[in-house]
């Protein structure tokens, strides 16, 4: 089901349709309160829980990423032929700039081990779509994105690239760690409560656009990973696991490389 355009909606089909999905929900809580027998004390240390998460910075968005916002990508980008979408996560930035050729994210020797990532993109009909923008964006090896963790420069490991005529793309980055989401505060609380890990497998996010296709973000897991199966926000899709490569160069420093092709749906 496609989801709804609640922009076309009349101000009582709005509240309608909220009181709905409002009612579903308590309703959906309210019969595991009963299934499970929940005391007032049990519902106590709830409200207690969600009274500390409330005061704490960026907690309630942060909560509601890791148990909600794969459903929220699985319904608004349902798989149809093209590759599957991904949740954009909270570390998006627009405007990130528009690479030269030959294309690398801006980077520091510190950031980690370079990673030449090539592929293509093309359209569900197999089509090549050339002058495709991949807007890019990732952590270094140690977890870190530009504008959310403290000293690392503006638009690091952040960039935009265009595919060739044949559709073709390659930028030089490094290989992104996996990524602890902060876990000390109350969703980290309850993580550790239920025996649940903290971290998401390394990957790197990319928003896909073209005049004659549907935008596509997604994002793209390597093997091996040790967080690939146990991802903290259930976010891993096999089909977005791609394989690293190593290689040494001249100097015998180890490099890696890897590989994907997009497909995008029509427009
Ligand atoms: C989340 C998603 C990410 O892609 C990321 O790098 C960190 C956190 C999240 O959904 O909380
Ligand atoms: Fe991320």
Redesign the pocket.
């Known amino acids: 089901m496609p989801t709804t355009d609640t922009t076309t909606l009349t101000p009582q089909q709005t509240t309608a349709r909220l009181d709905a999905i409002v009612t579903e929900i308590v309703d959906a809580i309210a019969n595991t309160i009963a299934k499970h027998n929940v005391s007032y004390a049990e519902y106590r240390r709830a409200t207690d829980w969600l009274t500390r998460a409330g005061g704490q910075v960026h907690e309630i ?2 909560l509601l ?2 148990f909600l ?2 459903a929220v990508d699985n319904v608004n980008n349902p798989a149809d032929g093209g590759t599957e979408s ?6 998006y930035v627009p405007g990130a700039p528009r690479l030269e050729q030959p294309y690398v994210l801006a980077k520091r020797a510190s950031d980690g081990e370079t990673l030449i990532f090539s592929g293509t993109a093309t359209s569900s009909d197999g089509a090549p779509l050339a002058g495709a923008v991949l807007d890019v964006w ?2 270094n090896a140690a ?1 870190e ?1 530009s504008f959310i963790h403290p000293g690392v420069p503006e638009y690091n490991l952040r960039g935009q690239l265009v595919s060739d005529a044949n559709g073709r793309f390659q930028f030089e980055t490094v290989v992104p760690a996996p ?1 602890e ?1 902060p876990a000390a505060g109350a969703t980290g609380e309850v993580l550790a409560t239920l025996g649940r890990p903290t971290w ?1 497998p390394g ?1 790197i ?1 990319f928003k896909i656009t073209h005049d004659d296709a549907r935008p596509l973000t997604t ?1 793209i897991y390597f093997e091996g990973d040790p967080w690939i199966d146990c991802d ?2 259930g ?1 891993v899709k096999k089909p977005l696991i791609t394989r690293l490569d190593r290689h040494e160069d001249k100097t015998n420093r180890t490099y890696a490389t890897c590989a994907y092709d997009f497909v995008l749906q029509s427009a």
Not at 86 to 91: A, Q, S, W
Request: hydrophobic share 40%.
């Open positions: 968005p942060l990423d890791v916002a794969t991904n949740i954009e996560g909270p570390f990732q952590a977890g994105y990524y989401i998401r990957h996010h994002q903290v926000v976010a």
